[in-house]
Protein backbone atom coordinates (compact mmCIF):
# COMPACT_ATOMS: atom_id res chain seq x y z
CA UNK A 1 0.00 0.00 0.00
CA UNK A 2 1.92 2.76 -1.17
CA UNK A 3 1.91 5.84 0.91
CA UNK A 4 4.15 9.28 0.49
CA UNK A 5 4.74 11.98 2.71
CA UNK A 6 2.47 14.04 0.42
CA UNK A 7 -0.46 11.26 1.00
CA UNK A 8 -0.68 11.87 4.50
CA UNK A 9 -1.37 15.51 3.78
CA UNK A 10 -3.70 15.00 1.50
CA UNK A 11 -5.01 12.30 3.90
CA UNK A 12 -5.75 14.76 6.29
CA UNK A 13 -6.90 17.91 4.27
CA UNK A 14 -9.12 15.61 3.32
CA UNK A 15 -10.58 14.57 6.32
CA UNK A 16 -10.97 18.42 6.83
CA UNK A 17 -13.10 18.50 4.06
CA UNK A 18 -15.36 15.54 4.35
CA UNK A 19 -16.09 16.93 8.43
CA UNK A 20 -17.31 20.18 6.65
CA UNK A 21 -19.37 17.85 4.06
CA UNK A 22 -21.16 16.44 6.46
CA UNK A 23 -19.58 12.87 6.28
CA UNK A 24 -16.25 12.75 8.26
CA UNK A 25 -14.15 9.60 7.82
CA UNK A 26 -13.58 7.18 10.77
CA UNK A 27 -11.78 8.48 13.90
CA UNK A 28 -8.40 6.49 14.34
CA UNK A 29 -7.90 4.04 16.58
CA UNK A 30 -4.88 3.70 18.32
CA UNK A 31 -1.43 4.49 17.35
CA UNK A 32 -1.04 5.54 13.74
CA UNK A 33 1.92 5.12 11.78
CA UNK A 34 4.54 8.27 11.43
CA UNK A 35 5.50 9.41 7.71
CA UNK A 36 8.80 7.91 8.04
CA UNK A 37 7.95 4.51 8.76
CA UNK A 38 4.75 4.44 6.30
CA UNK A 39 7.86 4.91 3.55
CA UNK A 40 9.84 1.67 5.59
CA UNK A 41 6.02 -0.28 5.48
CA UNK A 42 5.75 1.12 1.77
CA UNK A 43 9.43 -1.10 0.80
CA UNK A 44 8.32 -4.42 2.39
CA UNK A 45 11.05 -6.07 0.68
CA UNK A 46 14.66 -5.32 1.69
CA UNK A 47 18.04 -6.56 1.75
CA UNK A 48 21.00 -6.79 4.67
CA UNK A 49 24.19 -6.94 3.07
CA UNK A 50 26.88 -8.74 5.98
CA UNK A 51 30.45 -8.01 4.96
CA UNK A 52 33.66 -7.38 6.88
CA UNK A 53 37.07 -9.11 7.80
CA UNK A 54 34.65 -12.30 8.91
CA UNK A 55 34.16 -12.76 5.15
CA UNK A 56 37.91 -13.56 5.03
CA UNK A 57 38.52 -15.53 7.97
CA UNK A 58 35.72 -17.75 7.71
CA UNK A 59 34.23 -16.50 11.34
CA UNK A 60 30.43 -15.53 12.09
CA UNK A 61 31.36 -13.03 14.74
CA UNK A 62 35.25 -11.54 14.93
CA UNK A 63 37.05 -11.77 17.83
CA UNK A 64 38.31 -7.82 17.40
CA UNK A 65 41.77 -8.47 16.77
CA UNK A 66 41.62 -9.74 12.72
CA UNK A 67 44.50 -7.77 11.01
CA UNK A 68 43.06 -4.84 8.65
CA UNK A 69 45.12 -6.45 5.96
CA UNK A 70 43.03 -9.35 5.99
CA UNK A 71 40.29 -7.22 4.12
CA UNK A 72 41.09 -7.22 0.71
CA UNK A 73 38.07 -8.35 -1.84
CA UNK A 74 39.55 -9.10 -5.09
CA UNK A 75 37.39 -7.82 -7.44
CA UNK A 76 35.03 -5.59 -5.46
CA UNK A 77 31.90 -4.29 -7.37
CA UNK A 78 29.36 -2.38 -5.44
CA UNK A 79 27.29 -2.01 -9.01
CA UNK A 80 26.61 -5.88 -8.94
CA UNK A 81 25.41 -6.21 -5.25
CA UNK A 82 23.05 -3.33 -5.85
CA UNK A 83 22.13 -4.48 -9.17
CA UNK A 84 21.02 -7.96 -7.86
CA UNK A 85 19.46 -6.40 -5.08
CA UNK A 86 17.04 -4.41 -7.07
CA UNK A 87 16.58 -7.49 -9.71
CA UNK A 88 15.06 -9.33 -7.24
CA UNK A 89 12.67 -6.77 -5.70
CA UNK A 90 14.70 -5.09 -3.02
CA UNK A 91 13.50 -1.35 -2.36
CA UNK A 92 16.29 -0.47 0.90
CA UNK A 93 20.05 -1.85 1.39
CA UNK A 94 21.34 -2.04 5.09
CA UNK A 95 24.58 -2.49 5.20
CA UNK A 96 27.17 -3.44 7.88
CA UNK A 97 29.49 -0.74 8.31
CA UNK A 98 30.85 -2.06 12.06
CA UNK A 99 29.93 -5.79 12.85
CA UNK A 100 30.66 -6.67 16.40
CA UNK A 101 34.40 -7.29 15.23
CA UNK A 102 34.53 -3.65 15.03
CA UNK A 103 36.16 -3.25 12.04
CA UNK A 104 35.30 -0.64 9.60
CA UNK A 105 33.77 -0.50 6.03
CA UNK A 106 34.57 3.34 5.98
CA UNK A 107 38.20 5.59 6.45
CA UNK A 108 36.67 6.25 10.07
CA UNK A 109 38.81 8.73 11.57
CA UNK A 110 38.11 7.54 15.06
CA UNK A 111 39.99 4.21 14.69
CA UNK A 112 42.63 2.69 13.05
CA UNK A 113 40.60 -0.71 12.63
CA UNK A 114 39.00 -0.15 9.00
CA UNK A 115 39.55 -0.08 5.52
CA UNK A 116 42.28 3.06 5.69
CA UNK A 117 44.88 0.02 7.10
CA UNK A 118 43.09 -2.16 4.73
CA UNK A 119 45.10 -3.95 1.50
CA UNK A 120 42.17 -3.00 -0.19
CA UNK A 121 42.77 -0.41 -3.01
CA UNK A 122 45.87 0.47 -0.86
CA UNK A 123 43.90 1.75 2.30
CA UNK A 124 41.91 4.63 0.22
CA UNK A 125 39.02 2.42 -0.63
CA UNK A 126 35.21 3.26 1.25
CA UNK A 127 32.59 0.40 0.64
CA UNK A 128 29.89 2.50 2.21
CA UNK A 129 30.34 5.19 0.07
CA UNK A 130 30.58 2.44 -3.01
CA UNK A 131 27.47 1.02 -2.18
CA UNK A 132 25.63 4.18 -1.15
CA UNK A 133 26.30 5.57 -4.55
CA UNK A 134 25.11 2.38 -6.12
CA UNK A 135 22.26 2.80 -3.75
CA UNK A 136 21.49 6.03 -5.69
CA UNK A 137 22.30 5.26 -9.15
CA UNK A 138 19.72 2.11 -9.46
CA UNK A 139 16.97 3.55 -6.83
CA UNK A 140 17.31 1.79 -3.91
CA UNK A 141 17.12 3.30 -0.21
CA UNK A 142 20.31 2.97 2.29
CA UNK A 143 20.38 2.00 5.74
CA UNK A 144 23.34 1.55 8.01
CA UNK A 145 24.08 -0.69 10.33
CA UNK A 146 26.65 0.16 13.04
CA UNK A 147 26.57 -2.58 16.06
CA UNK A 148 26.61 -0.96 19.49
CA UNK A 149 28.66 -3.75 20.30
CA UNK A 150 32.89 -3.14 19.57
CA UNK A 151 35.17 -6.55 20.74
CA UNK A 152 37.80 -4.36 19.28
CA UNK A 153 37.81 -1.06 21.61
CA UNK A 154 39.69 -0.64 24.38
CA UNK A 155 37.31 1.73 25.75
CA UNK A 156 34.33 -0.25 25.81
CA UNK A 157 32.26 -0.63 28.71
CA UNK A 158 33.46 3.03 29.59
CA UNK A 159 31.31 6.17 29.24
CA UNK A 160 34.36 7.53 26.34
CA UNK A 161 33.06 4.50 24.34
CA UNK A 162 29.65 6.28 23.98
CA UNK A 163 31.36 9.10 22.71
CA UNK A 164 32.76 7.01 20.19
CA UNK A 165 30.29 4.95 19.01
CA UNK A 166 28.13 8.52 18.60
CA UNK A 167 31.42 10.06 16.35
CA UNK A 168 31.01 7.52 14.09
CA UNK A 169 27.19 7.23 14.37
CA UNK A 170 27.94 11.38 13.24
CA UNK A 171 30.23 10.13 10.17
CA UNK A 172 27.75 7.66 8.90
CA UNK A 173 24.95 10.00 8.63
CA UNK A 174 26.62 12.94 7.42
CA UNK A 175 28.72 11.87 5.29
CA UNK A 176 26.96 9.38 2.80
CA UNK A 177 23.64 11.15 1.50
CA UNK A 178 20.09 10.44 3.09
CA UNK A 179 20.10 7.06 5.04
CA UNK A 180 16.53 5.60 5.52
CA UNK A 181 17.44 3.04 8.66
CA UNK A 182 19.59 2.58 11.12
CA UNK A 183 19.87 -0.78 12.50
CA UNK A 184 20.87 -1.43 16.25
CA UNK A 185 21.85 -5.01 16.92
CA UNK A 186 20.48 -6.73 20.24
CA UNK A 187 24.27 -8.86 20.53
CA UNK A 188 26.20 -6.69 23.55
CA UNK A 189 28.81 -6.91 25.27
CA UNK A 190 30.88 -10.39 26.37
CA UNK A 191 34.40 -11.43 25.38
CA UNK A 192 37.18 -9.89 23.27
CA UNK A 193 40.06 -8.43 22.32
CA UNK A 194 39.68 -5.30 23.40
CA UNK A 195 43.06 -3.37 22.73
CA UNK A 196 44.93 -6.13 23.85
CA UNK A 197 42.80 -6.83 27.22
CA UNK A 198 41.25 -10.08 26.15
CA UNK A 199 38.68 -10.42 28.67
CA UNK A 200 34.77 -10.60 29.30
CA UNK A 201 33.03 -7.04 29.84
CA UNK A 202 29.50 -6.79 30.96
CA UNK A 203 27.57 -3.83 30.74
CA UNK A 204 23.91 -2.74 31.25
CA UNK A 205 22.23 -3.11 28.01
CA UNK A 206 19.28 -0.44 29.44
CA UNK A 207 21.28 2.78 30.87
CA UNK A 208 24.92 1.95 29.24
CA UNK A 209 24.41 3.65 26.03
CA UNK A 210 21.81 6.17 26.83
CA UNK A 211 19.56 5.52 23.43
CA UNK A 212 17.73 8.47 24.10
CA UNK A 213 20.48 10.71 23.33
CA UNK A 214 21.37 8.54 20.35
CA UNK A 215 18.30 8.49 18.98
CA UNK A 216 17.88 12.35 19.09
CA UNK A 217 20.92 12.48 17.60
CA UNK A 218 20.06 10.26 14.64
CA UNK A 219 16.54 12.43 14.63
CA UNK A 220 18.33 15.59 13.89
CA UNK A 221 20.80 14.14 11.33
CA UNK A 222 18.73 12.02 9.41
CA UNK A 223 15.18 12.55 10.67
CA UNK A 224 13.61 10.46 7.71
CA UNK A 225 15.51 7.69 9.29
CA UNK A 226 13.91 4.67 10.89
CA UNK A 227 15.74 3.46 13.93
CA UNK A 228 15.50 -0.31 14.21
CA UNK A 229 16.00 -2.69 17.25
CA UNK A 230 14.24 -5.01 19.97
CA UNK A 231 12.56 -1.46 20.84
CA UNK A 232 12.29 0.35 17.94
CA UNK A 233 11.28 3.24 18.11
CA UNK A 234 10.43 3.15 14.41
CA UNK A 235 11.10 -1.02 13.71
CA UNK A 236 10.85 -3.91 15.80
CA UNK A 237 12.60 -7.21 15.87
CA UNK A 238 10.21 -9.96 14.62
CA UNK A 239 12.01 -12.44 17.57
CA UNK A 240 13.86 -14.68 15.65
CA UNK A 241 16.71 -15.22 12.40
CA UNK A 242 14.02 -17.19 10.78
CA UNK A 243 12.00 -14.52 9.00
CA UNK A 244 9.52 -15.77 10.18
CA UNK A 245 6.29 -13.04 11.83
CA UNK A 246 3.47 -14.63 13.68
CA UNK A 247 0.58 -15.61 12.16
CA UNK A 248 -1.09 -12.95 14.37
CA UNK A 249 1.60 -10.32 13.98
CA UNK A 250 0.50 -6.66 15.37
CA UNK A 251 2.03 -3.76 14.05
CA UNK A 252 1.51 -2.37 17.98
CA UNK A 253 3.79 -2.73 20.88
CA UNK A 254 4.24 -1.57 24.38
CA UNK A 255 7.59 -0.20 23.77
CA UNK A 256 8.58 0.61 27.11
CA UNK A 257 8.97 -2.87 28.21
CA UNK A 258 12.30 -3.18 25.56
CA UNK A 259 15.60 -1.91 24.97
CA UNK A 260 18.04 -2.70 22.38
CA UNK A 261 19.43 -6.45 23.37
CA UNK A 262 16.49 -6.93 25.75
CA UNK A 263 14.23 -9.00 23.81
CA UNK A 264 10.73 -11.36 24.46
CA UNK A 265 10.89 -13.12 21.50
CA UNK A 266 7.05 -14.43 21.34
CA UNK A 267 6.15 -11.19 22.09
CA UNK A 268 8.11 -9.17 19.42
CA UNK A 269 6.46 -12.15 17.36
CA UNK A 270 3.27 -11.39 17.54
CA UNK A 271 3.24 -7.56 18.89
CA UNK A 272 1.00 -6.45 21.56
CA UNK A 273 -2.49 -6.02 21.67
CA UNK A 274 -3.29 -3.34 22.38
CA UNK A 275 -0.26 -1.37 22.22
CA UNK A 276 0.57 1.66 23.37
CA UNK A 277 2.93 2.31 20.30
CA UNK A 278 3.45 1.58 16.38
CA UNK A 279 6.46 -0.40 16.00
CA UNK A 280 5.51 -2.87 13.50
CA UNK A 281 8.27 -6.35 13.11
CA UNK A 282 11.01 -6.54 10.00
CA UNK A 283 11.92 -10.37 9.90
CA UNK A 284 15.70 -11.05 9.24
CA UNK A 285 17.16 -13.74 7.69
CA UNK A 286 20.22 -14.83 5.74
CA UNK A 287 19.73 -16.67 2.12
CA UNK A 288 22.68 -18.86 3.81
CA UNK A 289 22.90 -20.97 7.02
CA UNK A 290 25.59 -18.03 7.81
CA UNK A 291 25.45 -13.98 7.60
CA UNK A 292 29.25 -13.67 6.16
CA UNK A 293 29.71 -15.53 2.82
CA UNK A 294 31.55 -19.01 3.29
CA UNK A 295 32.45 -20.78 0.66
CA UNK A 296 31.53 -24.10 1.88
CA UNK A 297 27.70 -23.12 2.37
CA UNK A 298 27.12 -22.04 -2.00
CA UNK A 299 25.26 -25.91 -1.98
CA UNK A 300 22.63 -24.86 0.50
CA UNK A 301 21.48 -20.98 -0.39
CA UNK A 302 17.70 -21.14 0.36
CA UNK A 303 15.90 -22.42 -2.54
CA UNK A 304 13.26 -19.47 -5.11
CA UNK A 305 10.35 -21.80 -3.26
CA UNK A 306 12.07 -21.37 0.27
CA UNK A 307 12.11 -17.37 -0.47
CA UNK A 308 8.99 -17.31 -1.69
CA UNK A 309 7.20 -18.73 1.18
CA UNK A 310 9.55 -16.42 3.71
CA UNK A 311 8.37 -13.48 1.62
CA UNK A 312 4.45 -14.73 2.75
CA UNK A 313 5.19 -15.70 6.22
CA UNK A 314 6.97 -11.72 6.92
CA UNK A 315 5.13 -9.34 4.43
CA UNK A 316 2.37 -11.71 4.27
CA UNK A 317 1.58 -11.08 7.51
CA UNK A 318 1.90 -7.04 7.73
CA UNK A 319 5.94 -7.41 8.47
CA UNK A 320 9.03 -6.23 6.61
CA UNK A 321 11.56 -9.36 4.84
CA UNK A 322 14.99 -8.05 5.31
CA UNK A 323 17.26 -11.05 3.40
CA UNK A 324 20.75 -10.94 3.67
CA UNK A 325 22.88 -11.51 0.60
CA UNK A 326 26.40 -11.54 1.85
CA UNK A 327 29.13 -10.74 -0.37
CA UNK A 328 31.91 -13.19 -1.24
CA UNK A 329 35.72 -12.62 -0.84
CA UNK A 330 35.60 -11.23 -4.74
CA UNK A 331 33.49 -8.51 -3.80
CA UNK A 332 30.47 -9.84 -5.68
CA UNK A 333 27.02 -11.38 -4.61
CA UNK A 334 28.19 -15.36 -5.55
CA UNK A 335 26.52 -16.71 -8.34
CA UNK A 336 24.47 -19.55 -6.53
CA UNK A 337 22.39 -16.47 -4.58
CA UNK A 338 21.66 -14.90 -7.69
CA UNK A 339 20.51 -18.11 -9.45
CA UNK A 340 17.79 -18.66 -6.30
CA UNK A 341 17.32 -14.51 -6.47
CA UNK A 342 16.25 -14.65 -9.97
CA UNK A 343 14.25 -17.37 -9.58
CA UNK A 344 12.05 -15.94 -6.62
CA UNK A 345 11.65 -13.12 -8.41
CA UNK A 346 10.00 -15.40 -11.46
CA UNK A 347 7.49 -16.69 -8.98
CA UNK A 348 6.45 -13.15 -7.10
CA UNK A 349 6.16 -11.81 -10.64
CA UNK A 350 4.11 -14.10 -12.44
CA UNK A 351 2.12 -14.52 -9.58
CA UNK A 352 1.60 -10.90 -8.16
CA UNK A 353 1.17 -9.29 -12.48
CA UNK A 354 -2.38 -9.66 -12.58
CA UNK A 355 -5.38 -8.61 -9.92
CA UNK A 356 -8.43 -10.62 -10.58
CA UNK A 357 -10.25 -8.68 -8.63
CA UNK A 358 -10.11 -6.00 -10.62
CA UNK A 359 -12.70 -8.06 -13.16
CA UNK A 360 -15.12 -8.07 -10.52
CA UNK A 361 -18.05 -6.19 -9.25
CA UNK A 362 -17.81 -5.57 -5.73
CA UNK A 363 -20.34 -4.88 -3.11
CA UNK A 364 -21.09 -4.49 0.49
CA UNK A 365 -23.30 -4.67 3.47
CA UNK A 366 -22.87 -1.49 4.65
CA UNK A 367 -20.92 1.75 2.93
CA UNK A 368 -20.24 4.87 5.85
CA UNK A 369 -23.09 7.06 5.37
CA UNK A 370 -23.92 5.51 2.01
CA UNK A 371 -21.21 8.27 0.53
CA UNK A 372 -19.31 6.90 -2.96
CA UNK A 373 -16.51 8.53 -1.41
CA UNK A 374 -16.16 5.20 1.17
CA UNK A 375 -17.66 2.67 -2.06
CA UNK A 376 -16.71 -0.93 -1.74
CA UNK A 377 -14.92 -0.46 -5.14
CA UNK A 378 -12.25 1.57 -3.82
CA UNK A 379 -10.59 -1.83 -2.39
CA UNK A 380 -9.97 -2.63 -6.13
CA UNK A 381 -8.52 0.35 -7.17
CA UNK A 382 -4.91 0.35 -6.62
CA UNK A 383 -5.08 3.91 -4.81
CA UNK A 384 -2.97 4.52 -1.73
CA UNK A 385 -5.95 7.31 -0.50
CA UNK A 386 -8.57 5.15 -0.75
CA UNK A 387 -10.54 2.37 1.54
CA UNK A 388 -13.54 0.92 2.25
CA UNK A 389 -15.05 1.54 5.56
CA UNK A 390 -18.52 1.51 7.38
CA UNK A 391 -20.74 3.31 9.61
CA UNK A 392 -19.34 3.22 13.34
CA UNK A 393 -21.35 1.01 14.55
CA UNK A 394 -21.30 -1.78 11.74
CA UNK A 395 -18.01 -3.56 13.22
CA UNK A 396 -19.33 -6.47 11.65
CA UNK A 397 -19.41 -5.87 7.54
CA UNK A 398 -18.53 -8.22 4.54
CA UNK A 399 -17.40 -7.29 1.09
CA UNK A 400 -18.60 -9.55 -2.20
CA UNK A 401 -16.99 -9.84 -5.34
CA UNK A 402 -18.97 -11.00 -8.25
CA UNK A 403 -17.20 -12.43 -11.71
CA UNK A 404 -19.01 -12.47 -14.73
CA UNK A 405 -17.77 -16.34 -15.42
CA UNK A 406 -15.95 -18.44 -12.90
CA UNK A 407 -12.38 -17.00 -11.65
CA UNK A 408 -9.36 -19.35 -10.75
CA UNK A 409 -7.15 -18.09 -8.08
CA UNK A 410 -5.39 -19.39 -5.17
CA UNK A 411 -3.62 -16.03 -3.56
CA UNK A 412 -5.76 -13.52 -1.62
CA UNK A 413 -4.29 -9.96 -0.50
CA UNK A 414 -5.86 -7.72 2.15
CA UNK A 415 -5.09 -4.09 3.24
CA UNK A 416 -6.34 -2.10 5.72
CA UNK A 417 -5.37 1.75 5.86
CA UNK A 418 -2.77 2.63 7.67
CA UNK A 419 -3.63 5.92 8.37
CA UNK A 420 -6.56 5.01 10.54
CA UNK A 421 -4.54 2.44 12.64
CA UNK A 422 -4.80 -0.99 12.61
CA UNK A 423 -8.32 -2.00 13.30
CA UNK A 424 -9.70 -5.36 12.13
CA UNK A 425 -9.40 -8.39 14.74
CA UNK A 426 -10.79 -11.40 12.70
CA UNK A 427 -11.37 -11.84 9.07
CA UNK A 428 -13.16 -15.07 7.28
CA UNK A 429 -13.03 -15.43 3.54
CA UNK A 430 -15.72 -17.68 1.94
CA UNK A 431 -16.51 -18.64 -2.25
CA UNK A 432 -19.51 -19.54 -3.52
CA UNK A 433 -19.93 -23.04 -4.35
CA UNK A 434 -22.99 -25.45 -5.52
CA UNK A 435 -24.98 -22.87 -4.91
CA UNK A 436 -24.19 -21.80 -1.13
CA UNK A 437 -20.75 -20.11 0.98
CA UNK A 438 -18.40 -22.33 1.92
CA UNK A 439 -15.10 -20.76 3.78
CA UNK A 440 -11.63 -21.62 2.91
CA UNK A 441 -9.43 -19.29 5.19
CA UNK A 442 -10.03 -17.38 7.97
CA UNK A 443 -7.20 -15.24 10.05
CA UNK A 444 -6.58 -12.04 13.13
CA UNK A 445 -4.51 -9.52 11.88
CA UNK A 446 -4.19 -7.87 8.73
CA UNK A 447 -2.06 -4.33 8.91
CA UNK A 448 -0.19 -3.60 5.81
CA UNK A 449 -0.42 -6.62 3.87
CA UNK A 450 -2.13 -10.14 4.73
CA UNK A 451 -1.02 -12.44 2.20
CA UNK A 452 -3.95 -15.61 2.22
CA UNK A 453 -2.57 -19.10 0.08
CA UNK A 454 -5.05 -21.77 -0.60
CA UNK A 455 -5.62 -24.51 -2.86
CA UNK A 456 -6.84 -23.61 -6.09
CA UNK A 457 -10.45 -21.96 -6.40
CA UNK A 458 -12.55 -21.62 -9.34
CA UNK A 459 -15.90 -19.21 -8.11
CA UNK A 460 -17.70 -16.45 -9.37
CA UNK A 461 -18.18 -14.96 -5.96
CA UNK A 462 -15.30 -14.38 -3.58
CA UNK A 463 -16.65 -13.24 0.27
CA UNK A 464 -14.76 -11.03 2.66
CA UNK A 465 -16.25 -11.19 6.09
CA UNK A 466 -14.84 -8.74 9.07
CA UNK A 467 -15.58 -11.27 11.90
CA UNK A 468 -13.89 -9.33 14.50
CA UNK A 469 -13.09 -5.43 14.98
CA UNK A 470 -13.60 -3.23 17.85
CA UNK A 471 -14.31 -0.24 15.81
CA UNK A 472 -15.65 -0.12 11.97
CA UNK A 473 -12.94 -1.67 9.49
CA UNK A 474 -11.01 0.60 6.90
CA UNK A 475 -9.66 -1.99 4.22
CA UNK A 476 -7.80 0.09 1.45
CA UNK A 477 -7.13 -3.23 -0.65
CA UNK A 478 -8.73 -6.88 -1.46
CA UNK A 479 -7.03 -8.67 -4.25
CA UNK A 480 -6.93 -12.14 -5.83
CA UNK A 481 -3.75 -13.55 -7.91
CA UNK A 482 -3.46 -17.30 -9.52
CA UNK A 483 0.05 -18.28 -8.51
CA UNK A 484 1.61 -20.49 -10.78
Known sequence: MPTTHSTILLFFASMLFLKAAGVPPPAPYGPIPSTRQLAWQQREFCGFLHFTVNTFTGKEWGYGDESE???NPADFDAEQIVRTARDAGMKELVLTCKHHDGFCLWPSAYTQHSVKNSSWQNGHGDVVKAISGACRKYGLKFGVYLSPWDRNRGDYGTPDYITHYRDQLRELLTHYGPICEVWLDGANGGDGYYGGARETRIIDRKTYYDWPNTISLIRKLQPNACVFSDAGPDIRWVGNENGIAGETCWSTLNRQDFAPGIADSARLNRGDRPGTDWVPAECDVSIRPGWFYHADEDTRVKTPQQLVDLYYDSVGRGAGLLLNIPPDQRGHIDEADVKSLRGFRKILDETFEHNLARNAVITASNIRGSDPKYAARNV????????????????????????RKPTAFNVVRLGEFLLLGQRVEGFALDSWQNGQWMPFASGTSIGNCRLVRSQNIATDKVRLRITKSPVCPAISEVALFESP
Open 69 to 71: KVF
Open 380 to 403: ITGSSNLYWTTDDEVTNANLVLTF
